[in-house]
């Protein structure tokens, strides 16, 4: 089992910043691939950035070179934080931002995902 706490999402004016914070506990050591989605009113849930295990990162066209994931481990893993950097912020970046975390089963990948903060940004 795994749990995802969001925090820090805001209001902000466009070309703000603001970042958001994923704390993930339980048995984050099993996890693959932990990262951010958003879901904006009307439109479906899309994926923002992801980092995996080794550190290497994707992240959507709309959002490279203004958003960047890092990843924050303990040495024992008891606690592992995801953090996305928001700069340059857009109107169109206004959604619910949700944190995903991938852990591998014999079918194939579980999906975790957290309660989503909320990011507006006005214009």
């Known amino acids: 089992q795994v749990q995802l706490v969001e925090s820090g999402g805001g209001l902000v004016q466009a070309g703000g910043s603001l970042r958001l914070s994923c704390a993930a506990s339980g048995s984050t050591d099993s996890i693959n691939v932990i990262g951010w989605y958003r879901q904006a009113p009307g439109k479906q849930r899309e994926l923002v950035a992801t980092?995996?295990?080794?550190?290497?990162?994707?992240?959507?066209?709309s959002v490279k070179g203004r958003f960047t994931i890092s990843r924050d481990k303990s040495r024992d893993n008891a606690k592992n934080t995801v953090y996305l950097q928001m700069n340059s912020l857009k109107p169109e970046d206004t959604a619910v931002y949700y944190c995903n975390a991938l852990q591998p089963r014999a079918w194939g990948n579980y999906a975790y995902w957290g309660q989503g903060t909320q990011v507006t940004v006005s214009s």
């Open positions: 980092i995996n295990s080794i550190g290497s990162t994707n992240y959507a066209d």
